[in-house]
């Protein structure tokens, strides 16, 4: 029965409630939608460079060289001679340089030449298929495995550049020899071989008047590197910075800075939630008061026919809590669907999706604050159930 008087009085002011409602769930969804993405965004930026603890490229940006180097995501910066490595891939203080050559795709898909321990790095493993070991052969990441609709035993050619419309280089063609398993990491989106076919595709329309040249001689994209020891991380990125035409980029330094600038923009949309949300409990504070005011006689009514104060307390209390409860329902719906939104758009342009299933630990905070904001509106309400006279009301009315 009191859930049912709750309902009814909620239906009669049916205005106010759906602007209590309203409000709560705007709050709701900007701040668990914010925290969504900030949280996946973090989870994956931080898997990407785990192990990675410096990234060589040519000059340029260091935040430009590290999301095209680590994530795939940014053109890069130039390209570099492979010969420029040797004194990193000998210096006792690195433990593990993986040289990456990129600048073709295959529908929008990154084809990445690098060596076998960079499939090691991520910990890959193969759905269907094998490694690649020969010259002009591919394994290809779940994803793009997915969208690109390719199987093992397939051929395709590539285009130039990283761009789907890019000139097609019609001679050369790959063939798919594995498909990797999904990982949730950046490999998860791209097509890997060796380095001798990247640089095979590029020599057979470059030096048809020119003799091959060796494969040391060539030019990559970036090397990740991974240091032996803190010492390397405090004395080789200076050295490459002051003494060689590359640039040493430290991925935890420039992600870092980038989620501090992220993070400005994130507090703010937070900060107008919360203050949303301190409107919706004014809302819902003002409705019951009102609502108390304009059924003194009935609650007066109430308790002259025995009905017992706390009850009649709980009752407004209950109102308060449904009203915010709804208003977190629908929040966390709503953001669920600026979630598929935001998946799509990330999706098209970056290959990167959102999970919309995932309940934060900080969307359970939520929902405790939409209680306290219930709770807190209806308490004072609820204590005006104590100061109503009996006979004085009825008399009045």
Not at 18 to 39: A, D, Q
Not at 144 to 164: C, I, R, Y
């Amino acid at each position: 029965m009191l859930l049912k008087i709750v309902w009814k009085n909620i239906w009669a002011k049916k205005l106010n409630s759906f602007l209590c409602v309203l409000l709560m769930m705007f709050g709701i969804s900007i701040i668990s939608l914010l925290i969504n993405i900030g949280n996946q965004l973090q989870s994956k930026f931080s898997k990407n460079i785990s192990g990675i603890d410096m990234v060589v490229g040519a000059k340029g940006s260091p935040l430009q060289l590290i999301l095209s180097g680590v994530y795939q995501i940014d053109a890069p910066t130039g390209n570099i001679p492979m010969k420029e490595l040797e004194p990193l891939q000998n210096n006792p203080l690195i433990k593990q340089v993986l040289p990456l050559s990129m600048g073709d795709n295959y529908q929008g898909f990154r084809i990445v030449g690098t060596i076998y321990p960079y499939l090691k790095h991520f910990s890959a493993d193969y759905a269907s298929g094998r490694g690649f070991k020969n010259t002009m052969e591919v394994v290809i990441g779940a994803n793009a495995a997915k969208k690109l609709n390719v199987k093992v035993d397939d051929t395709f050619t590539s285009s130039h550049g990283l761009e789907k419309e890019g000139e097609k280089h019609g001679d050369k063609s790959y063939k798919v020899v594995g498909i990797l398993k999904y990982n949730n990491s950046v490999i998860d989106n791209l097509i890997l071989c060796n380095l001798a076919s990247i640089w095979e595709v590029h020599e057979h329309e470059e030096s048809n008047h020119e003799e091959e040249t060796h494969s040391e001689d060539q030019n990559i994209t970036c090397a990740l590197i991974k240091f032996r020891s803190p010492l390397g991380l405090m004395t080789i990125p200076r050295t490459i910075n002051q003494n060689t035409n590359m640039q040493a980029a430290l991925p935890a330094i420039e992600i870092n800075r980038l989620f501090e600038h992220m993070g400005i923009g994130m507090d703010a949309f937070k900060a107008l939630a919360l203050a949303i949300m301190l409107i919706s409990g004014i809302s819902v504070f003002v409705t019951l008061y009102n609502a108390l005011k304009e059924r003194k006689y009935e609650m007066a009514l109430m308790l002259s026919m025995g009905g017992k104060r706390i009850k009649l307390f709980f009752m407004l209390m209950l109102e308060g809590l449904i009203l915010s409860i709804s208003g977190y329902i629908l929040g966390i719906l709503v953001s669920r669907l600026g979630l598929w939104l935001a998946s799509r758009m990330l999706d098209e342009s970056f290959n990167f999706g959102l999970d919309q299933t995932v309940l934060q630990k900080e969307e359970i905070y939520l929902l405790i604050a939409a209680l306290l904001v219930g709770i807190f509106a209806a308490l004072i309400p609820s204590l005006g159930i104590y100061r109503i006279n009996i006979s004085k009301t009825l008399a009045n009315d």
